[in-house]
């Protein structure tokens, strides 16, 4: 009777409860033939069907050296984009995978508020390959965290799990802790540029038991998607301060043209 006591039953009506889930998943794995990421029709492997690969915009060369923004035409080695010079972030490079158009917010969106936490691995491998130059010298990748209330609504954080996907792409360690969200911010949907760099003022913090993880490293910035790039710059000023040696930025997807942004 003692071994069966209050704290004893609870965790083992758990594993009980746990069994069958497990099970019937693996199950469903086998059974169910793989769907499109983006549109949910079947596909011969995991990932998008070809109408949908056609759809998202992944962005290749050539771009700004700093900001990752694609250029029309090659305007040669070095070259910035108006953005990077009129003006330039705390960070000092960001790449993206894809552009932000209709089907990267459906990944971003399925992934972010429909649970769709399979979706991580494809997008964390995409990131992982547009962030290949920055990646190659970082000591650290640093997920955009949310606020505690946030993440207990949401029961993740989606910049976490496709830094994670990331760290096992390319061995560089995941610093979970570095950064802090202090304040509960407004989600920044709807709101001008300047509202959106207001709203996250002074949101980010580097915990001082985080300072050694931080101070004279590498960072790389992980998120899911920049719009104004309010957020990665809160953030890079953050660590920053904290001491980071250098901090760039790799997202699943950008905002090419804010007019034409659909969010
Ligand atoms: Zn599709």
Redesign the pocket.
């Known amino acids: 009777m003692a071994q069966a006591g209050p704290e004893a039953s609870p965790s083992r009506w758990a594993v009980w409860a746990a069994a069958p889930r497990a099970l019937w998943g693996r199950a469903l794995n086998v059974a169910l033939p793989p769907l ?1 990421l ?2 949910r ?1 079947l596909v011969a492997s995991d990932g ?2 070809a ?2 690969w056609s759809k998202l915009s992944l962005i290749a060369p050539p771009y700004c050296e700093r900001l990752g923004i694609p250029f029309a035409y090659d305007p040669g080695p070095g070259v910035l984009s108006m953005e990077a010079i009129a003006d330039p972030p705390a960070y000092r490079r960001a790449r993206a995978a894809a552009r932000y158009d209709d089907v990267a917010r459906t990944l971003v969106h399925a992934l972010k508020y429909g649970d769709r936490l399979d979706l991580a691995p494809s997008m964390g491998r995409w990131m992982a390959r547009a962030g290949r130059e920055l990646l190659s010298g970082a000591d650290a990748l640093v997920p955009v965290p949310l606020h505690w209330r946030r993440l207990w609504m949401r029961r993740f954080n989606q910049s976490a799990q496709l830094a994670r996907i990331i760290s096992q792409e390319t061995g560089v360690p995941v610093a979970t802790e570095a950064l802090k969200r202090i304040k509960a911010t407004a989600q920044q949907v709807g709101l001008s540029q300047s509202e959106r760099a207001a709203n996250v003022q002074g949101a980010f913090r580097v915990p001082a038991a985080a300072k050694a993880e931080v101070a004279g490293r590498r960072l790389v910035l992980v998120d899911d998607v920049l719009t104004s790039g309010a957020t990665a710059d809160a953030c890079a000023r953050a660590l920053l301060r904290a001491g980071a040696g250098n901090v760039d930025v790799v997202v699943f997807a950008r905002v090419v043209d804010r007019a034409q942004a659909p969010i």
């Open positions: 499109c983006a549109c029709e998008l069907c109408s949908c």
